[in-house]
Structures are given as structure tokens and as C-alpha cells.
């Protein structure tokens, strides 16, 4: 039997098992592979440059924008070109335009869109749940701003998970006396009213987004939303992640992460976090400004949090044991630390830093856990690569300390006792 003479079903089946290259090959063989396998080859959809979307745009047949589901665009300028020069506004909308099934949306912009021409076509996504935007380029030079970016989010009527990498504030929303040397996006007004949101195209209003379960800020400056106060919070937030920004004031950042895991709501499970967390201290705005952020900080209590996730990456030692402290009015499950860098290292001077830092750290959550009491703590983990791993399982302590425990203590037969030795051991370790 040729490979002709099989069934669809096997065809299919087989082309799932095969990379992308592959089974573009099997495409070439005849003309009905190439319509048998045209879906699955433009199902996920990656467009590295500036110029791989013009052609894309410009050479790809429009019905198959129909078969695409996920969609991943840089619009990163070919070599020596101006990032000034890059607009790539019209190219992106007429791709998306055709993508009237797609469900994961990627963008890495080398300058910013033309809201009024790019907002429309998001309107039509409704079945886009997954979205990412972010800068390629330098903040400073081409920047890409929060009112864009919340603008297109806001457009997406069945987002439920958002990641936005290096998004720009904008000077319409963020405090005149911010710190020098912060970029701020000063030419973005003509960014259209919003049907949702109107003209309160900042951040934190995608909390007003009732569809939206995830959001990820990497590499966001947060300082200015140290006073949030949203009113009409619609989102139920189950998990949030906040990186930290280059730009960071310690304190002034600290404060606005806290806001943040206030005002993210009762629904909120698991919060990531790459800025410390330390005592909340009184607001220093003034004014009504003041009384808002003083009725929201009552209103809103921190949340009941399943998981709490430390990046010690970007969270200093020294912030370990005062962030756990503000955690205790969380009730928090399991909280896991880990540093992503030194997991993925292999060579033996990073693992010889990594098995330094992790017997730090490891003495300092010890420290913590002997001296604090937390009825809804099961687990703590530290992970720092291979061989600098560990979990602390304080549910099945508790176990062995309130059920077998009180055996050994009460057998006075010493053949008998000998069977819980171990316990004695290990609740003393």
C-alpha cells in the first residue's frame, strides 16, 4: 500500500508527529498533501522581521488566515534600516484582519502602532484569549506606550491572559514629579477614547476587564501606581506576576507592588513577584487623592493566596523574612522560590554560587519558619538548580507531630518505641 492509497486519518495522524520543516516538506509532494496539511502549517504562525510581515502580508492568500490559531509577530527593521522608519501598522492589520479563528496573539513591536487604524481589527478578534505585547527595541528611542498597549488589550473582548514586556508609561497618567531618568511616552494623546475604558488608558485599568484571569508585567515600571485606586474593578484576577523594572526606587516600588496585591481582589490565588515586599506605611499624597488611597487600602484587605512565588533572581536575601512577615495576613499555601538563571546554568563556577546562595537562603527561611506560626502553610520550596533543591512539607509534619509522634511518646515497650525512633529524628531536624 503507497502512501497515496492511506486513509486521511493516518495522513493526519501522521503529520502531527512531524516538525514544522517536515511537514512542510510532505506539503511539496503532491497537491493533495499540500491541501490535506495547509491547516496544521499555518496553524502557528511565527514572523520574525519587518520584512517577513510585508511579505507575509503581501504574498500569503488571505483565506488562509482562517486556519491560523496562534500568531507570533516581531517587527524587528532589517539591518542598517532606521527604527523610525519601521510602520508596520498596515501590514499587521491586514494579516489580522484574516484571522477570524485565532486564539494566542504574540507581538514584539520595534516602534509603536497607529491606534486609530490597528484598534478597530482587534475589535473583531473575539476569539483571541492570549495576548502579549511588548518593546523590541530601547525605551528611550521607540518606545511602545501603555495606552496602546491597554487600548488593544481592552479591544479583546475574551482575553483572559495578558503579558505586556516593557511597555512604556505615559506621561497623561503618571505623576509630573517622577524620578529623572524614567522614560515616559509624551506624544501618545491622540491614542482614541476607548469604549470600555475611555481615556484611562493606564494599567491599572485593566482591572476593569471582566474577562481577564492572568497578567504579567515584565520589566514594567509600577512606581507611579503606588496610590492605585480603581474604581469599578471588574477582572477576576486569579493570577498576577510583577517583575520589577530597571528603573526601580526600592521603597517607592515595594509600596506599589503591596497596591497591587490589594487591589487585584478576593479572587486572586497565585501572585509572582520580583520586588520586595515590606510594611505598607502611610500614604504620602495629598488631598483627595489621599482619602482614596487611604478608603481603598480599608476596603481592600490582601488576599487569601494559594500560591506566592518569590524570584530571587531579582529579590535580595535581606528582603526575604520581611516580605514573608507582610504574607502572613495572606494565609498562604505554598510559597516557591527559585532563580531562574542559576537553574539553567551548567557551568561549575555558576553551580558553585548557586550551592553558596542556596545555603544562605535555605538558613534564612529555617529562620523563618521557626519563628513564625502559620496555621495555613503546607509547603516551602527553594529551588537554585540541580543539587540546590528543597521542600519543606510542613502539612505532613504537622501530621507526624499530632498523630504518630504521640505513639512514640506513650510506648514504653522499647522493641515497639524502636519502630518510631525516625519521627523523633526528623521533627527534631
Known amino acids: 500500500m503507497t502512501w497515496n492509497n ?8 501522521v503529520a502531527r508527529f512531524l516538525p514544522p520543516k517536515d511537514t512542510r516538506a510532505l506539503s511539496r509532494t503532491s497537491r493533495s498533501s499540500y491541501n490535506l496539511l495547509v491547516p496544521q502549517i499555518f496553524s502557528d504562525v511565527t514572523i520574525s522581521s519587518r520584512s517577513a510581515l510585508r511579505s507575509f502580508a503581501t504574498h500569503v492568500p488571505a483565506r488562509y488566515g482562517a486556519h491560523i490559531r496562534r500568531l507570533s509577530v516581531c517587527t524587528k527593521p532589517a539591518e542598517g534600516a532606521l527604527v523610525q522608519e519601521v510602520d508596520c501598522t498596515e501590514d499587521l492589520a491586514t494579516i489580522l484582519a484574516t ?10 513591536l520595534a516602534a509603536s502602532l497607529d491606534a486609530s487604524t490597528i484598534t478597530p481589527v482587534f475589535a473583531t478578534l473575539t476569539t483571541v484569549q492570549t495576548f502579549e505585547i511588548g518593546c523590541w527595541g530601547q525605551e528611550e528611542t521607540a518606545p511602545v506606550s501603555e495606552r496602546i498597549a491597554v487600548s488593544l488589550a481592552a479591544s479583546l473582548s475574551s482575553i483572559t491572559h495578558l503579558t505586556l514586556s516593557r511597555i512604556t508609561r505615559s506621561a497623561l497618567h503618571v ?34 476587564l471582566p474577562t481577564l484571569k ?27 506576576s510583577l517583575s520589577g523594572s530597571m528603573y526601580r526606587d526600592g521603597e ?30 502611610p500614604s504620602t499624597c495629598l488631598g483627595k487623592d489621599r482619602v482614596a488611597a487611604e478608603d481603598e487600602s ?27 512577615n507582610v504574607l502572613t495576613a495572606c494565609e498562604t499555601e505554598r510559597i516557591t522560590i527559585d532563580n531562574a538563571a542559576m537553574c539553567a546554568a551548567q557551568d561549575a563556577f555558576t553551580r558553585e554560587c548557586a550551592s553558596d546562595e542556596f545555603e544562605d537562603w535555605q538558613d534564612a527561611i529555617e529562620q523563618f519558619l521557626t519563628s513564625n506560626e502559620w496555621n495555613s502553610l503546607k509547603s516551602v520550596e527553594l529551588n537554585f538548580g540541580q ?43
Open 99 to 108: 484571522c477570524s479563528y485565532l486564539q494566542s496573539l504574540s507581538l514584539s
Open 387 to 429: 543539587g540546590t533543591q528543597r521542600i519543606w512539607n510542613l502539612y505532613l509534619i504537622v501530621h507526624l507531630l499530632f498523630t504518630v509522634l504521640p505513639l512514640y511518646t506513650k510506648d514504653t515497650s522499647s522493641a515497639q518505641r524502636s519502630k518510631y525512633s525516625w519521627i523523633s529524628h526528623f521533627c527534631a531536624s
Open 175 to 208: 505623576d509630573i514629579c517622577s524620578p529623572p531618568g524614567v522614560p515616559l511616552v509624551l506624544n501618545d494623546y491622540d491614542v482614541p477614547s476607548h469604549p470600555i475604558l475611555g481615556e484611562e488608558l493606564c494599567i491599572p485599568s485593566l482591572l476593569k
Open 252 to 281: 517607592v516600588e515595594s509600596k506599589a507592588c503591596l497596591a497591587w496585591l490589594r487591589a487585584c481582589g478576593p479572587v486572586l490565588r497565585s501572585f509572582k513577584t520580583g520586588i520586595p515586599l515590606g510594611e505598607s506605611q
Open 298 to 324: 480599608i476596603a481592600s484587605p490582601l488576599p487569601i493566596l494559594t500560591n506566592f512565588h518569590v524570584d530571587a533572581e531579582r529579590v535580595a536575601l535581606d528582603d526575604l523574612l520581611p516580605m514573608l
Open 6 to 13: 492511506l486513509p486521511t486519518e493516518l495522513h493526519l495522524a
Open 214 to 240: 492572568s497578567l504579567d508585567l515584565k520589566d514594567v515600571w509600577i512606581d507611579c501606581d503606588e496610590n492605585m485606586c480603581v474604581q469599578e474593578k471588574l477582572a477576576q484576577l486569579e493570577r498576577v
